[in-house]
């Protein structure tokens, strides 16, 4: 069999992006103003079935807008899942607090049950704040994240987050399109459930503008506030007063153009990932010592990344075996990657409080991500899968003898 490349994850593109940003050049409205940001605007919250959206640069720009709004600061600390990428973490220092690290799930997201934990036996609540007892700090908010496009428990962290009066940004930059089908958010997508929703549009998410992120609340002030402060903060466009410190991270025309072309795809691309998830799962479901992870029940996710467990092998030291088949897959042209490096033990991060961290030690020792790019087709999906077995196969006789 010929060596083929098989990406990660490539972005897909259409002929009507072409349309679009020869449009934005010809007019000359290639930067914060122009008609596809609206338009885009208007496409993501009807998709998710919003009032209204504020898009930006990027979703880390979204988060940080949105820890700024929720006026989180010095002093503060967030709570945070250490199993995410580093983005959804770094906003909290941009605004000077601390995040405290706790443990995922099963389903890869922040554990509802330790986050509970955390409150009752860590924290104490005092005139309506949540107060760090070994810091001191009061905690402002959680940052659940939908990683890989699978849904946080968010009954139960609403919940907590009412009981002691915290905010809730949802981090759903990986999980557009992802919703409830059961429960009290049954309908509800992703970004929709807490206080703050963020999305992004990064090359490697469902659909992409190169680089972009969307801002969703269902409160309208929150909304008016995320548009004032990603546009600088200009009170007068005329005389250019700023009666506060804003930002430069208003999404560009340019950017939207291709977002407006992208959106449309999207129901398509969700089914492609969702086939595809399906196919590894029938290939790859009779092979010992791996398992396709499942997404939890009573949602209907995105499917945006797949998460392969591996197994140790027999005295192998633990994410061993999951590195050596990840090494011969790579050589083998076929791009995968391990779950990111723990926040908490990030050189920025290694200082600050973790609790009871387990689950996201497991997973990041043993996840394997497998190509998902929406262009993959079945006989590519079974072309990794052969060579996925083949490569575990050589490893497993390696280990026997
Ligand atoms: C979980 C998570 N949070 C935040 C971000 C940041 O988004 P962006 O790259 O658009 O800044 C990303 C993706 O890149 C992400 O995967």
Redesign the pocket.
Known sequence: MEKREIALSTPNLNADIVENLKECIEEGWISTSGRFIGEFEEKVSSYIGMEDAVACQ????G?HTALRILDVGAGDAVLVPTL??I??VNPVRYQGAEPIFLDCDKGFCLDPVKLRQFCAAECRLEDGRLIHNKTGRTIKAIIP?H?FGNLSDMEAIMEIAQDYSLKVIE?A??ALGSFWIDGAFAGQHAGTVGHIGVF???ANKIITTG???MIVSPDSDILRQARYLTTTAKDDGLFFAHNEVGYNYRMLNIQAALGVSQIDELPDFIQTKIANYWLYWEFLSETPGIRLLPFRPGTRPNHWFYALYVDDLPESAPGETRNRLMARLIEEGIQCRPVWKLNHTQTPYVNCTNYLIEQAEDYEKHILNLPCSTNLVEADVRYICEKLQKALASLSATSVL
Do not use: K, P, R, Y
Not at 58 to 61: E, I, Q
């Open positions: 990027s979703g880390t720009a988060l995410t990428f983005a959804a994240v990683i981090d930059t990986e992004s549009f990064n680089g972009g992120g």
